[in-house]
């Protein structure tokens, strides 16, 4: 990493590859989309969560990253477009279809678009690549695969498939386990493996999402946290739990009925025992400057800095945070 | 068919059957719907139309009579629904995708519905019945078949599937025949078959839609014409030309490119030659008249009236002059 902080300063060969799964890691995707100069930042998503609805392909991790980029996501429900219209849901409840899932108009033609490219027979890897083109995103957005892979919650009451558990039951039922079906079958991304296996990669940056649903799929691919500590890039993961809370989403209650420590530290230790030596940094918010030690304890170094991120300011403040760190 | 015509004065066994296309069909079944008793009128249905666009199923005149009878069409227009929205397809646009078949926000959200169900593996004639009790349809609409049949459109430039004639190219490529793939393979509706072997039918009206692309798809059913012709009810078709001209869509068009005379006659000896037997009743707009005896001509008995349905009266007096008619 050169010194300095600005895109203006790196060389034009430099790229950063960001891990996330949707709103939460989208804000620092794009900090760091904002910082970096266009086409410098891949972002390997989520797409554990995907699932088959109303007969169409639905993507929302990867439409999370999308229209953030593209400047287009609702401020306000951190999910969905903004201005959104909700006609067609208005219909099929007046139909008594399924609702539970509410999909606006505008999304809905992304997932039309989707679909039906990938019912003609194109993966879903070059779909993405293209809705990103024509949403005028000049990140490369990357499904971590282009294969299905589908997390279940097991939990109290029975096993449920992720959106059942995190859209339909609000996130309710008690939760003890993952699992991620088709995760052995399914390749990672080749495009991300491809750049794994070169040296214009300047950073890798684990965004603040959640480490069970979000991050776990992603990591647990074949060969991929592997070939991401192998990499000589620094490995910096944000921390998604800030004074004991999730800033969005079901990843502190998760823990809690785990029974893990609901602390910057029991994410850590998540990492430290499931990837070891995969992590270069750990960054946590000022506030939880006291857990260092705790970190430090785990195995990881901790790194303190400002991570809640309100606006745009502090989205960019915390991508050239994370882009100042250098191997160790 | 016992005398007077109102639905109070027929007795509650008394059922009729109408065979027909989209718009021009509806109209008159919409005529009959409203004169007879709720339960009483079986719609048979052309699914030839029907495609497969944007990965979901669509089913042109069968979501033409679900919505004309449930009294939500769009008056102006003949197609879609009234008070209709474009937020899905303007979204669409932007994003560069297939926008030449319009479909409405909440006419998309019954494409929806139907195409879940199917996927879910309901059969088209349970989704169909399931869609028409949903949207408060007293009458039965009933799919021709629950298989695929699809009307292609030879044409001088070549074959074209039926939308993309119809729709994409607003059927100006010059016809010179039709087929129905599929057609061997499918299945009359079997309720329909089932009905047609009981004793309950009192009439069956052939509605003014196109012979060609939505009343062939319908006759050419394996056993379904025979089935009509053998029915003690008489069969009285309504022609979908007047003066010379279709009311609706490319009819006429279409009988001037295959060389035919663009007439009720015309109409007539199509049906005389293909399916022998199978009308009682040509019925002739009172300004076609002079052609009456062309019609006896080729075999069919001619009945004039008024045929063109501008409003609800015109739709009422039209069915109630096909059911005063009885069998010769």
């Known amino acids: 990493m050169p010194p300095g902080d600005t895109a203006q300063d790196k060389p034009a ?4 590859l960001a891990l996330s799964g949707g709103v939460g890691g989208a804000k620092l995707a794009l ?35 999308l229209y953030t980029l593209s400047d287009r996501a609702n401020p306000e429900q951190g999910w969905g477009l903004a201005g959104e219209t909700w006609q067609v849901m208005a219909a099929l409840e007046a139909l008594g279809g399924e609702t539970w899932f509410q999909l606006g108009d505008s999304d809905l033609a992304t997932h ?6 990938l019912l003609a027979g194109v993966d879903l890897i070059s779909v993405t690549r293209e809705l990103a083109s024509r949403m005028g995103v000049h990140s490369h957005v990357h499904p971590m695969s282009a294969q299905p892979v589908r997390t279940t ?9 992720f959106q059942h558990y995190f859209v339909r039951r609000r996130c309710q039922p008690r939760v003890h386990g993952f699992s991620f079906a088709g995760l052995d079958q399914a390749q990672a991304n080749p495009d991300v493996m491809a750049l794994l296996a070169g040296k214009e990669l300047s950073h890798i940056v684990v965004c603040p999402s959640n480490p069970y649903v979000s991050i776990d799929p992603i990591l647990k691919l074949p060969g991929m946290w592997q070939a991401l500590r192998d990499h000589p890039a620094p490995v910096i993961l944000v921390s998604p739990i800030i004074q004991g809370a999730a800033i969005k989403g ?25 990837y070891p030596g995969l992590v270069d940094y750990f960054l946590l918010d000022h506030a939880d400057a006291t857990l260092a030690q705790e970190v430090e304890a785990v195995g990881l170094r901790p790194h303190t800095a400002r991570t809640l991120m309100h606006d745009i300011y502090d989205k960019t ?9 250098e191997s160790p």
Request: glycine share 6%; hydrophobic share 45%; proline share 6%.
């Open 13 to 16: 060969e430099t790229c950063v």
């Open 31 to 65: 900090g760091l989309d904002r910082i970096l100069p266009a086409g410098a930042l891949h972002v390997l998503v989520n797409t554990g969560d995907d699932f088959q609805h109303l007969g169409l392909h639905i993507s929302p991790d990867i439409d999370t990253l």
């Open 112 to 117: 039309l678009w989707r679909s039906s490219q």
């Open 153 to 161: 919650v097991h939990c109290a009451e029975g096993d449920l498939p």
């Open 250 to 274: 079901p990843a502190a209650k998760m823990m809690a009925e785990l029974q893990v420590p609901v602390t910057a530290a029991g994410v850590a230790r998540h990492y430290a025992d499931n």
């Open 317 to 325: 403040q915390l991508a050239k945070t994370c882009l100042a760190l």
